[in-house]
């Protein structure tokens, strides 16, 4: 048994124990063979020399954050308390400054949070096509978008283009009010929300009336050559087959792209199939082309959002002992007869 006493001196007491003792509880919960007590600014800890050793360094590092920053959401508390490589506490410490992607207003620091976002971010650099596939909150979407900003700053590429299918998530929302611009701009609200985080207001508005930064529904790509750009592919499983190999052809001279799906969330009415399971499969092998698979672990939304995650698979995989087996698109999974050709990979 081994006790220690770390101070908190340093940092305010409420933001480290945070409100009613929340982060506190969440510290309990991740070390429970320790037992932990809180005094005034100190904290104790007492079990075995291990688990007290490893709480110990990550509560240093929580401490070391709020010296910095002055403040701490129990998400990034949590994901501190969970992060054991050093690829995801290298986003709290600033161990290593050349992790960051872009700085946004006022200082904002956006940088790969987690194992996979960094191996996105890294396959993007030696890759002109990535395909990032993962659920909601993985950060797809965010780190792309910082990686475009980052190439066009850089002036590595001329533009930055962001399409998405223009797809409604599972609700009819009737007649839109308004011109062309108003009725899809709804559809690419969360490319924009990714955009402000990264680029001055004033900044931002000239690169869209300029055209160096276009957010246009997939439909608009058709027909087109995009040369000197940085693309993004956005909910690429509300995209069909055809619409995919559409875009993907698009790609000209001086040109990245990244396609982000969730394969969980698909939207396309029920006679429509994805297009975004069979890309990835056919083009796995060709050079070039990078594949990141990333998982609730990836998560960096509230802490709730991978619990919330987790429960809904454990419920997909019962339903899935108890029926006949279906993908996220509602098909049926088929087992080819002996005369079928078998499938193209």
């Known amino acids: 048994m081994t006790d220690?006493?770390?101070?908190?001196?340093?940092?305010?007491?409420?933001?480290?124990?945070?409100?009613?003792?929340?982060?506190?509880?969440?510290?309990?919960?991740?070390?429970?063979?320790?037992?932990?007590?809180?005094?005034?600014?100190?904290l104790k800890l007492s079990g075995s020399p291990e688990q007290v050793?490893?709480?110990?360094?990550?509560?240093?590092?929580?401490?070391?954050?709020?010296?910095?920053?002055?403040h701490m959401s129990e998400n990034y508390f949590e994901q501190i308390l969970g992060g054991d490589d050093a690829e995801t506490i290298d986003h709290?410490?600033?161990?290593?400054?050349?992790?960051?992607?872009?700085?946004?207003?006022?200082?904002?620091t956006v940088r790969a949070r987690t194992a996979n976002q960094k191996r996105l971010v890294q396959q993007a650099e030696r890759n002109d096509i990535v395909f990032a596939i993962g659920p909601a909150g993985t950060g797809k979407t965010y780190t792309a978008v910082a990686l475009a900003v980052r190439a066009l700053k850089n002036k590595m590429v001329k533009k930055i283009i962001l399409t998405r299918p223009a797809v409604e998530a599972g609700e009819s929302l009737g007649f839109l009010p308004g011109d062309l611009k108003e009725k899809i701009d709804p559809y690419l609200r969360p490319l924009y929300d990714a955009l402000d985080d990264m680029i001055p207001a004033d900044k931002l508005g000239y690169y869209m009336s300029t055209r160096v930064i276009e957010?246009?529904?997939?439909?608009?790509?058709?027909?087109?050559?995009?040369?000197?750009?940085?693309?993004?592919?956005?909910?690429?499983?509300?995209?069909?087959?055809?619409?995919?190999?559409?875009f993907l052809t698009r790609i000209g001279s001086n040109a990245k792209a990244i396609i982000t799906g969730d394969?969980?969330?698909?939207?396309?009415?029920?006679?429509?199939?994805?297009?975004?399971?069979?890309?990835?499969?056919?083009?796995?092998?060709?050079?070039?082309?990078?594949?990141?698979?990333?998982?609730?672990?990836?998560v960096v939304r509230h802490r709730l959002v991978k619990a919330i995650i987790k429960a809904y698979d454990?419920?997909?995989e019962k339903e899935g002992d108890q029926q006949p087996s279906t993908n996220h698109n509602g098909w049926r999974n088929h087992r080819p007869k002996q005369d079928d050709k078998p499938t193209e990979s």
Not at 92 to 108: A, E, Q, S, T
Not at 283 to 290: E, S, V
């Open 4 to 42: 220690t006493i770390i101070n908190l001196e340093t940092v305010n007491p409420i933001e480290f124990f945070g409100v009613n003792n929340g982060k506190l509880d969440i510290l309990k919960k991740k070390f429970p063979l320790l037992k932990i007590l809180s005094r005034g600014t100190q």
């Open 314 to 316: 454990r419920e997909r």
């Open 215 to 246: 957010i246009a529904p997939l439909a608009y790509m058709r027909g087109r050559t995009l040369d000197n750009a940085f693309i993004i592919l956005d909910e690429a499983q509300n995209a069909t087959d055809l619409q995919i190999k559409m």
């Open 263 to 298: 394969l969980s969330q698909i939207d396309l009415p029920k006679n429509q199939r994805s297009g975004l399971e069979k890309a990835v499969r056919i083009l796995k092998n060709i050079d070039g082309i990078a594949h990141i698979e990333l998982d609730e672990e990836d």
């Open 92 to 108: 709290f410490v600033d161990r290593n400054p050349n992790d960051i992607l872009v700085f946004g207003p006022n200082g904002k």
């Open 53 to 70: 050793e490893n709480a110990k360094e990550k509560i240093e590092l929580i401490v070391q954050y709020l010296e910095r920053n002055g």
